[in-house]
Nanobody
Framework: QVQLVESGGGLVQAGGALTLSCAAP????????MGWFRQAPGKEREFVAT????????DYADSVKDRFTISRDNAKNTVYLRMNNLKPEDTAVYYC?????????????????WGQGTQVTVSS
């Protein structure tokens, strides 16, 4: 079972920025799409962003579009989520996930490897 490892979460004031990183071990990871999801207390896990295997295609949830940027460095087997202009409603545990295919997806059922999550807290 592939274990993804997220890092970079923390506490930030509204309007601030954070960059999350996700280490995806194995040569296979560089050939598969990756995604970020989040889960706030009392809410279901929701899609945040996805990127295809070579970084040529990205997609975002409407709530984060124009504020968040997903990217990847296949040489380092790492995926990033740059989060700008953070809002209190962005507070959640953020999960990195690896898809089963090279094409990106907003559906969590298309992902078969997940990280443990990293907490992001945005204070008002």
């Amino acid at each position: 079972q592939v274990q993804l490892v997220e890092s970079g979460g923390g506490l930030v004031q509204a309007g601030g920025a954070l960059t999350l990183s996700c280490a995806a071990p194995g040569r296979t990871s560089s050939t598969l799409a990756m995604g970020w999801f989040r889960q706030a207390p009392g809410k279901e896990r929701e899609f945040v962003a996805t990127i295809n295997w070579n970084g040529g295609y990205t997609d975002y949830a409407d709530s984060v579009k124009d504020r968040f940027t997903i990217s990847r460095d296949n040489a380092k087997n790492t995926v990033y989520l740059r989060m700008n202009n953070l809002k209190p409603e962005d507070t959640a545990v953020y999960y990195c996930a690896r898809a089963a295919t090279p094409t990106s997806s907003t559906n969590p059922t298309n992902y078969n490897a997940w990280g443990q999550g990293t907490q992001v807290t945005v204070s008002s």
